[in-house]
């Protein structure tokens, strides 16, 4: 069973299109976080929200945290093929001990010029 | 050095055989992770280090697997009598102290066991 369940897996899109990402769980986080990975590379930290309810924007991505903070949403607006990749959302679990992270499978995004 | 870095970048062993994963974190980090990630797939937690401790050793699959941390600094993951299904990437990552949010990555070592 997959703690963290993100949708879409694959998502091919024309340049310019917007497009949204979503992460459930069904279990609370303490954060979540949202990584964006190019091939033969680790992943790149995005963003952190803490707060449920929380928006962070980042130039035309904008990302959003559920109120009971069990969810969260990546949205890119007018997506351009450099936001082509691999992209992970990650949450500490209350019930965890340090700051060890329980990923979501992630979502492939190609943007077509 | 400026990030994480990791050694070798590739590896490809026989099954059966010993492998032996490095990582260096960022100076000055005290947590370290490692993760697996299988072809296109999210990251799996293997096991986290404090300084020279193991906390949490939970994500290890198998007695197979084993890692240590010497001075605070270096890690090595160890697996032992390799299996095919131990082919992935292993990604490790460190931050600045246990409770930080924000951890960084290394580019990963990609496992082939044939």
């Known amino acids: 069973t997959q703690l963290l369940e993100q949708s879409p897996q694959f998502l091919s899109i024309q340049e310019g299109e917007n497009l949204t990402v979503y992460c459930n769980s069904s279990?609370?986080?303490?954060?979540l976080q949202w990584y964006r990975q190019e091939p033969g590379e680790g992943p790149v930290l995005l963003v952190t929200?803490?707060?449920?309810?929380e928006v962070k924007k980042l130039k035309r991505l904008t990302f959003q945290f559920g109120d009971a903070r069990k969810d969260s949403s990546l949205h890119i607006t007018a997506a351009q093929p450099g936001d082509t990749g691999l992209y992970l959302c990650?949450?500490?679990?209350?019930?965890?001990?340090?700051?060890?992270?329980?990923f979501g499978e992630g979502t492939q995004l190609t943007v077509n010029p | 050095g400026a990030g994480v870095s990791q050694s070798p970048s590739n590896k490809v062993t026989e099954k059966g055989k010993d492998v032996e994963l490095r990582c260096d974190p960022i100076?000055?980090?005290?947590?370290l992770y490692w993760y697996r990630q299988s072809l296109g797939q999210g990251l799996e937690f293997l096991i986290y280090?404090?300084?020279?401790?193991?906390?949490?050793k939970s994500g290890l699959p198998s007695d197979r697997f084993s890692a240590e941390r010497t001075g605070g600094s270096v890690s090595t993951l160890t697996i032992q009598r390799t299996q095919q299904e131990d082919s992935a990437v292993y990604l490790c990552?460190?931050?600045?102290?246990?409770?930080?949010?924000?951890?960084?990555f290394g580019p990963g070592t990609r496992l082939t066991v044939l």
């Open positions: 929200v803490v707060t449920g309810g």
């Open positions: 990650a949450g500490v679990r209350r019930e965890t001990s340090g700051s060890r992270l329980t």
């Open positions: 280090f404090q300084g020279n401790s193991a906390p949490d």
């Open positions: 100076s000055g980090h005290t947590a």
């Open positions: 990552a460190s931050s600045s102290y246990i409770h930080s949010n924000e951890q960084f």
């Open positions: 279990s609370v986080f303490s954060s």
